[in-house]
């Protein structure tokens, strides 16, 4: 399998963001981990000036601190994933979202990238101090939960979701330092950095 890596979006990365989130819209998939780029596609500069607020804010009900990344492929420099990593919780987020929000593009999908994906995530939230991290998915996105519990992730529970997606959900936790430390043999020889800034 192609390395991957994290890195933080810059604006050399205006035309495959912009890409990324219409491969989306166009096969009509929902988007997530995006850190909101897909509502900021005519004004790029003002969403990467939203990531560093977002990276020094203070943890309120309103607004959390959190990192967002593009997941590239090492061989050719492709844009092939996205995560938000919140880095603290609020009422709202552990109701509905928890620490990580991630995808992989449609046309990338099914190649094993979002078990690197998570780890990176992981590895950012242990670097953070963050121990256990909460994440959701669709019921019926087996893709997402397979990928949660490949990294340890155990199910906590189950519901119907009648405040913003309307579907059934699945809750889990994972314990980050046992993921990181069972998951490195697997998924370390597939990183070409832990993450990267780019101008």
Not at 74 to 102: C, F, P, T, W
Request: charged share 30%; with cysteine.
């Amino acid at each position: 399998m192609d390395r991957l890596g994290y890195v933080r979006p810059g604006p050399a990365h205006r035309e495959q963001a912009w890409e990324y989130i219409e491969e989306f819209l166009a096969c009509g998939s929902n988007i997530n981990g995006a850190g909101g780029l897909q509502k900021y596609l005519e004004d790029y500069p003002g969403w990467l000036d939203r990531l560093e607020v977002a990276r020094r804010q203070v943890p309120t009900e309103e607004a959390l601190p959190a990192e967002t990344f593009f997941l590239v492929r090492e061989g050719d420099g492709k844009i092939v994933g996205m995560a938000n990593i919140r880095l603290a919780l609020n009422e709202s987020q552990r109701r509905h979202g928890g620490h990580i929000g991630y995808s992989i593009r449609p046309t990338e999908r099914r190649k094993g990238y979002n078990k690197v994906n998570l780890y990176l995530a992981l590895l950012v939230c242990q670097a953070h101090g963050i121990k256990e991290v909460l994440l959701d998915c669709d019921a019926a996105n087996a893709g997402s939960y397979r990928t949660m519990e490949a990294l340890g992730g155990t199910l906590v529970r189950e519901y119907y979701d009648d405040e913003e997606d309307f579907c059934m959900t699945r809750v889990y936790t994972i314990d980050v330092d046992r993921a990181v430390e069972t998951g490195r043999d697997v998924y370390v020889p597939q990183i070409s950095f832990p993450f990267r800034r780019e101008k």
